[in-house]
Every structure is written in C-alpha cells, then in structure tokens.
C-alpha cells in the first residue's frame, strides 16, 4: 500500500519542475551564442500570462506506486494552483496567490495535512522557478557541453551551494534534460524533458520524467493552454488549505 506523506513529498519536489526540450514542429532558432540564446528565451517567457493544463501522474517509491489526475493554473510570476486527485478524491491542493501560499493535503487515514513536506514560500518560489514564464534567465550561469548540438546552463539555488544544472537544445531554445545537486554535491533528482508541442508560440514538454531520492515519477501532459482567460476564482484557495508561514 503506498504511503500518502511520502507520495505527497514525491509530487511536491517535481509537480512544479516544468520546463522547456525538442522536436522538429517547433520553431527553429537561429543560434549565435549562449548569451543571445538566454536572452531571447527570457523574452519568450516574459509573453507567457497564464498556463492551464491537465496531466497524468505516476508516482513510484519502495513503498508501492500511486497514480494521480491533476490540473494547474497559473499566472506567473506570483499565482498558480496546483490540484491532484485519485479517483474523485483531491489529495493536494496548492495555491499561490497575492495573500500567500496556501496547502491541503489528505492523509491516507482521511485526515488533513497542511504541509507534509514543510512546504513554504519561497520553497514554492524556487521549485517554479524552472516553469515557462517564472524564469529569470538573467539567474542562470553559461556553462559547458561536449555536445555540439546543446548548450549547458547551471543556477546556483539556496540553501548552501546546491545547484541546478541543464541543457538546453540550440535549435529551439528548450530544455533536454536537468539535475539537480543539493549544497553537499548528493544528486537529488534527475528529469527528462521530452515530446514537446507548441501553445501560442510557448513550446511545452508533454512528457515529463524524473528519479530521485524520492522515487520516480512519470507525468503527461494534456490540453495545454496558454494566455488563455482564467477564471476569476482561479487562484482563491479551497477552504480546507491552510495558509503557510
């Protein structure tokens, strides 16, 4: 039987690690250097005003595996919400908006956990980071490949020295696949991005993986949208989340 508290710790270190990797649809660029490659993908993601998909998610641990339906909105750089469900009961659900961050999360006996992860804000904040449209290109540090066909970037990330390191395809700007190192140098997650498909000229990875400390996970993507109209209640927590410190 998988364990609800880990499964939730699972789907709050890669629900929000979205980022952008390659196929022959998508636009091509015309590449000159690394600098001008950051810039002009700083300046794809600023167009970015709000995402909404749907996904399918498979989450694998020793303890068993779990598979979630779930939906996200978003309205960078400052909104979104994340909700996740198993049959028709929600097991998480995130919101980010102007008054704080706000967590419900159901625990396997039926109870509540507000934060099981001890999630906060700027630990939201960090993880998303690395979504299309939440990105500061201006952060990431130029780095090196032996691959003649990407370019590697890396960005220092709190606590300590952890860091996070990409690469990025040249012919379209979009993300291959990362890892991310903690401030001891210990790898806590590798993710692959791959299958992407272009909404409104923003190239997204309809295939998402990734193994980690944690476990493995496997999400896909559906139905997504971008600079769409959202709701005006799209962002207003549900009344069994509880606001984190």
Request: glycine share 6%; aromatic share 10%; proline share 4%.
């Amino acid at each position: 039987m998988t364990n609800r508290r880990n499964t939730s710790r699972i789907f709050f270190g890669v629900v929000l690690l979205f980022a952008t990797s390659c196929t022959h649809t998508l636009p091509q660029y015309q590449w000159i250097n690394a600098a001008s490659a950051l810039t002009t993908m700083k300046h794809r993601d600023s167009g970015i005003r709000t995402i909404s998909a749907t996904f399918s998610l498979l989450l694998q641990s020793g303890e068993g595996q779990v598979e979630l339906k779930g939906a996200i909105v978003a309205a960078p750089p400052n909104q979104l919400r994340f909700r996740a469900w198993k049959l028709t009961r929600t097991v998480l659900d995130i919101t980010l908006n102007a008054d704080g961050l706000f967590v419900f999360s159901a625990e396997k006996n039926g109870g509540t956990n507000a934060s099981p992860t001890k999630l906060t804000h700027d630990r939201l904040l960090e993880a998303v980071a690395f979504l299309p449209g939440f990105s500061d290109a201006t952060s990431w540090e130029i780095g090196t490949s032996l691959k003649p066909d990407v370019f590697a970037i890396s960005q220092k990330r709190s606590p300590g020295n952890a860091k996070m390191s990409c690469f990025i395809d040249k012919k379209t700007l979009t993300t291959r696949n990362c890892t991310y190192f903690d401030e001891h140098n210990f790898l806590r997650q590798m993710l692959v991005f791959e299958n992407y498909k272009d909404s409104n000229g923003v190239a997204w990875p309809m295939h998402l993986s990734g193994n980690g400390e944690n476990g493995k996970f496997d999400i896909h993507f559906s139905n997504v949208i971008i600079n769409e109209e959202l709701s005006n209640r799209a962002f207003v927590p549900t009344r069994r989340a509880k606001k984190q410190s």
